[in-house]
């Protein structure tokens, strides 16, 4: 009886007040029906004229999808094509749809119009394949100069067996390959940012102490040293700089390397995710909701998409993560956002598993309309970070420096996988300054470190009608501290 | 096993019990394979043979007089194809014991004859024409062991789902069993008993020994006090359990614990040892029994085979022989080939199933897959650039880069309306297509590739298509009978022999040349075949 009586009274308590906020009240998941005859391992995935889509699949198989805006009931596949080495890039272009397979860009085109590709015309096979299970590739959509770009697998974990291994490379609109990064390990994906910079995700192993989203600058060093050797095919690059020392730090390294760009935002191993994947912005204009221009970074292996927001600090993007959403059926690897604001997504878990449970899956993501109360974006500053928020903090718990728990780490830089967070360094947050409009809040830390990632919460933190934050966790990787 | 009761249906099976033995066996599709190596039978005793044809291809399960060479018999339908067609290519041979019908594919057939009471082991083969020399078995013929000796049993009745310990209970009845074979009579009671069987049986030395039970419902089989094998609970008689027990030469005590709830009801146990066949102990014998099988060793892993329709299927990625860049190409017809894009060239031909995905799409895809069907040729025995020029036809052929041949330039492949693809590259500036047609159908008879390339450029001074490399080209039937001995790919071993004509095709040195022109045909064909 005794019992009973105070699962009453807490029941009453949690019904007066307010129901949480679910990720699901803001962003809903649906999952499309794929054709019995196929397991639909969505490896990419691109937006065609008239609201179609194209499903490139591990087991090389090309779908176009129609009526996947609406009612799931109604989406409709054809194969357009099959039989090639898997499709881990699509690009649509002037009538034709560029595949990037595991050894050639090409060029798809269906000549009678029966939605069938009919001319798989090679634009670019030279870079090297040696018949590793391990060296994929995966393709981008042109960039603003009209080029493919692809990045190539190592061989393994390590080592590059053949050539480009480990690099990024762009395909000029002639076919030409342009080697154009080195330090590429195991990636999961390429996207461009607002403005068309490029991007790639890469895997957690041998010098990736975490996942991460890397800024792919012409001519640089992107940390894995494994596929080094290839500068010597490639004169336009320089020469060969200098190989990391294990067991160093990313900060310190950079300091020797000058061709070395440090992650522009570790996706924090086991928190945000194991295994990153596609990328892509939010070009919706609002669509999408409050997140414009943002990037969001989805996980084979969590079967989730995260946040991430990104600012140039001294010539460098670096920037935060935030949880976004969670609970898709399967790993995710492929993923495009359409300017009408929805997020198509799909993947498999086969080789890898994912939390999703199903093997594979093609999804869609919808804003409700809704506005979560979430912390919009996280600037660095010379002696802390500038939070804006996506609605109105209640001015006393986001002044008040209790509402708000920092720590900051980093990785070993290391040939070694993967590896511990170290050098723990616990910040005091000495101020936190509400803005007069009470949608910023403006944060001091006793100590930023340089090269570490600045694990923030703010738990404390309520909107001005009393919620709180959808998702009180940010991780900013602060490769530069700001001079103002 | 409560099913529908009726007296009348068990009152039947008691009297139907025949010593008859089922052996079931399949084709493996695609692999021109049976699924059974070795099947045992009794002598004289009623053999009832079921084929499954699961492959795309016809078969037939011929058996054959212990110690015939059946590659030779099968081989001599070849002499009149035309007569051994009209016989669906059943040797006609006084070797020939018993066989089933050509079973068409996704068919069955099957065959009810009497095992030779001669010990001995008949060989059996489908005798389809390029068949015999993977699909082959043999049947053991196998003396039978010892039955049981002083069969008594002794009927209990009580209500129970689980055997009951029938040392604490008082037998109904009790008597001899004059046959000396386990069986259910259905006089008294036909629910709600149990029936204990004690006898001796007579090891005929020392070793181990097999006891197959199955029963309707459940049973536990002893010897000398010992549990050897059991099925307790209420359930039907579709499985057959086997249990080992190590026995002394001499006499052993058997005992058979029974019992029968409600519905169906049977009992079936039989043994067998080193020396002798799998022998019923039971009058019933389940129609699923085969005595003792074989299993054919199969590769191992779930099979995904890519089936051929009525349009080619292309499956690129990392195919066995065929480089780190090879396409396969599965043609309606049952023929199939491995083209490189790192060569420029075909690689492989070969006939039967195409390929098998599950090695690339079950976990994370990792090595190289050969191909699923049999027959496979190499033209050029390896990976090869297809043109070169040479200052004479003796002239070695130039060394092959590995990764791109040197001066070609792949540039994809185009699709024809019934889906057949062109390979489309460039050598020296000479835009190159390279196609292929079959004709014929290999399940049907004969199968034939036709391969055409067509050369749009200035083609240079003593350029030439290499056709074929081999220790031994023979101008024969109208082309050039090709062999270049051995070679395997994962393990299983082909002979690199085939047929190949082209119209101005010269030998030179080990190689089989055809002068470079705009326009070349190429014909190429199975060595039992015809490239006319």
């Known amino acids: 009886m005794k019992t009973l009586s105070i699962i009453s009274v807490l029941f009453l308590t949690t019904s007066l007040a307010f129901a949480a906020d679910k990720e699901s009240d803001f962003y809903k998941i649906t999952t499309f029906e794929t054709p019995k005859e196929t397991a639909m391992e969505v490896s990419s995935i691109e937006i065609l004229p008239g609201d179609k889509l194209a499903l490139g699949t591990r087991r090389g198989e090309i779908w176009t999808v129609s009526n996947a805006k609406g009612d799931p009931s109604q989406v409709k596949y054809q194969l357009f094509a099959s039989g090639q080495h898997e499709v881990m890039g699509l690009a649509w272009k002037d009538g034709a749809l560029y595949e990037t397979n595991r050894y050639e860009v090409a060029k798809l085109t269906d000549d009678d119009g029966d939605g069938r590709a009919d001319t798989f015309a090679t634009m670019s096979d030279q870079w090297g394949v040696s018949g590793d299970y391990h060296e994929y590739a995966f393709g981008s959509r042109f960039d603003k100069n009209g080029d493919l770009w692809v990045v190539l697998c190592l061989t393994g974990s390590f080592s590059s067996n053949i050539d480009f291994r480990g690099w990024a490379v762009r395909i000029k609109p002639d076919g030409t390959m342009v080697p154009t990064c080195s330090g590429i390990r195991s990636p999961g994906g390429m996207g461009f940012d607002a403005d068309g910079e490029v991007y790639f995700s890469d895997n957690q192993g041998p010098w990736r102490g975490a996942s991460t989203v890397q800024h792919l600058i012409p001519g640089t060093f992107q940390g894995h040293p494994g596929g080094n050797k290839w500068y010597s095919k490639a004169p336009n690059m320089g020469s060969r700089p200098p190989d990391p020392k294990d067991n160093s730090r990313m900060v310190t390294e950079r300091e020797r390397i000058k061709e070395l760009v440090p992650p522009a935002v570790y996706m924090v191993h086991g928190k945000i995710g194991n295994s990153t994947s596609f990328i892509c912005c939010d070009m919706s204009k609002g669509k999408f909701g409050p997140f414009q221009k943002q990037l969001f970074v989805a996980d084979q292996s969590f079967s989730n998409v995260s946040r991430v927001f990104l600012e140039e600090v001294n010539g460098v993007k670096q920037g935060v993560v935030f949880p976004f959403l969670s609970g898709f059926k399967s790993g995710l690897i492929g993923g495009r956002m359409t300017e009408d604001g929805q997020l198509f997504a799909g993947g498999s878990d086969r080789g890898w598993g994912a939390k999703g449970g199903k093997p594979y899956c093609f999804e869609r993501v919808d804003w409700t309309g809704k506005v979560p109360f979430e912390v919009h974006e996280m600037h660095a500053k010379p002696d802390g970070f500038e939070l804006t928020f996506t609605e109105p903090v209640d001015p006393v718990s986001a002044a008040d420096v209790a509402s708000y728990k920092g720590r900051e780490f980093t990785y070993s830089y290391r040939a070694q996988y993967g590896g511990p967070e170290i050098a723990d360094v616990i910040p005091k947050i000495t101020s936190a300054v509400v803005a007069p409009d009470n949608k910023s809040v403006r944060l001091t830390f006793d100590v930023l470190t340089k090269g570490h990632i600045h694990e923030l919460h703010f738990d404390g933190v309520k909107s001005a009608d009393g919620k709180p934050v959808l998702h009180p966790i940010a991780y900013y990787t602060l490769n530069e501290i700001p001079a103002k | ?532």
């Open chain 2, 1 to 532: 096993m409560l099913q529908k009761y009726s007296l009348f249906a068990a009152a039947l099976l008691a009297v139907s019990a025949a010593q008859a033995q089922t052996i079931n066996i399949r084709t493996i599709a695609a692999q021109m394979k049976y699924d059974v190596e070795e099947f045992t039978v009794i002598p004289g005793a009623e053999v009832k043979l079921i084929l499954e044809n699961g492959d795309d291809l016809p078969h037939n399960l011929v058996i054959f007089a212990a110690g015939t060479d059946v590659l030779a018999v099968a081989s001599k339908n070849m002499e009149k194809p035309e007569e051994a067609l009209k016989r669906d290519w059943l040797p006609d041979s006084p070797a020939v014991l018993a066989h089933t019908k050509m079973a068409g594919p996704k068919t069955r057939e099957e065959v009810v004859f009497k095992a030779p009471t001669k010990a001995g082991l008949y060989p059996f083969a489908c005798t389809f024409p390029g068949h015999t020399q993977s699909m082959q078995g043999k049947m053991k013929v196998g003396t039978p062991g010892p039955g049981l000796t002083g069969l008594k049993f002794a009927v209990y009745n009580g209500e129970w789902s689980k055997l009951p310990d029938f040392a604490t209970l008082k037998p109904l009845r009790e008597g001899d069993i004059a046959d000396n074979l386990v069986q259910l009579k259905f006089d008294d009671y036909k629910n709600q008993f149990g029936v204990v069987y004690t006898g001796k049986l007579d090891a005929p030395r020392d070793g181990e020994y097999v006891f197959s039970l199955a029963a309707d419902d459940g049973a536990r089989l002893l010897v000398d006090g010992n549990k050897v094998v059991e099925l307790d609970g209420s359930h039907s008689v579709a499985e057959i359990k086997d249990g080992k027990v190590v026995l002394k030469k001499g006499e052993h005590d058997f005992r058979l614990e029974y019992f029968q709830e409600t519905g169906e009801a049977q009992i079936f146990v039989a043994w067998r040892g080193g020396d002798f066949a799998a022998t019923p102990l039971s009058k019933w014998v389940p129609p699923t029994w085969g005595g003792e099988v074989k299993k054919a060793k199969t590769d191992g892993g779930p099979k995904m085979p890519l089936i051929v329709g009525n349009e080619p299927v292309i499956y690129r990625n990392f195919i066995s022989g065929a480089g780190n860049r090879g396409i396969g190409v599965g043609y309606p017809g049952g023929v199939n080939l491995a083209w490189s894009a790192e060569q420029l060239n075909l690689v492989m031909v070969w006939r039967g199933g195409f390929i098998d995905t599950a090695r690339h799409w079950v976990d994370r895809g990792g090595g190289a897959q050969g191909p699923l069907g049999y027959d496979v040729f190499q033209p050029v025995s390896g990976l090869s650039q297809p043109f070169a020029v040479l200052a004479s036809t003796d002239e070695e052929w130039p060394r092959t880069n590995k990764q791109w041949a040197d001066g070609y330039k792949w540039k994809g492949y185009k699709l024809d309306a019934k889906r057949y693809p062109t390979f489309v590259y460039e050598w020296n500036g000479v835009k190159v297509s390279d196609r292929y047609d079959v004709v014929g159908d290999t399940a049907k008879g004969e199968a034939k590739l036709i391969r055409t390339l067509k050369l749009d450029g200035t083609i240079p001074a003593n350029a030439y298509l290499r056709l074929a490399f081999g220790a031994s080209i023979t101008p024969e039937g109208g082309g050039f009978l090709v062999s270049n001995g051995h070679f395997s790919l994962e393990k299983r071993d082909f002979q690199n022999a085939f047929r190949i004509a082209a119209d101005g095709a010269q030998i030179g040195g080990h190689n089989l040349l055809l002068p470079a022109r705009a326009e070349m045909k190429i014909t190429y064909a199975w060595p039992t075949d015809s490239v006319k």
